[in-house]
Nanobody, 115 residues
């Protein structure tokens, strides 16, 4: 089993920044991919950013240039730096890990962008 613990959500004004963290523990034999998803009320969960094959990254078009995903291999931790936040970024953000072909999810952290 793999456990994911997220932190860093909160309330921020438009144009502000937040940094999300996700720490993986347990049977983390091999991290095939790690990433961040989000789900706003009434919407489906959508990919925000991910790291695959060790270093290749992919981003949702609407966050390109504003969000950056990074990782700390030694600590099985990854981050989502979110800059220039917009009200439409408001959602519950979930971290995701694919370990030996299985997907694991964090509990979610609320990000609210509002003045």
């Amino acid at each position: 089993q793999v456990q994911l613990v997220e932190s860093g959500g909160g309330l921020v004004q438009p144009g502000g920044s937040l940094r999300l963290s996700c720490a993986a523990s347990g049977s983390v034999f091999r991290l095939d991919a790690m990433g961040w998803y989000r789900q706003a009320p009434g919407n489906q969960r959508e990919l925000v950013a991910k790291i695959i094959s060790g270093s290749s990254t992919a981003y949702r078009n609407s966050v390109k240039g504003r969000f950056t995903i990074s990782r700390d291999n030694a600590k099985n931790t990854w981050f989502l730096q979110m800059n220039s936040l917009k009200p439409e970024d408001t959602a519950v953000y979930y971290c995701n890990a694919r370990v030996v072909g299985l997907d694991y999810w964090g509990q979610g952290t609320q990000v609210t962008v509002s003045s």
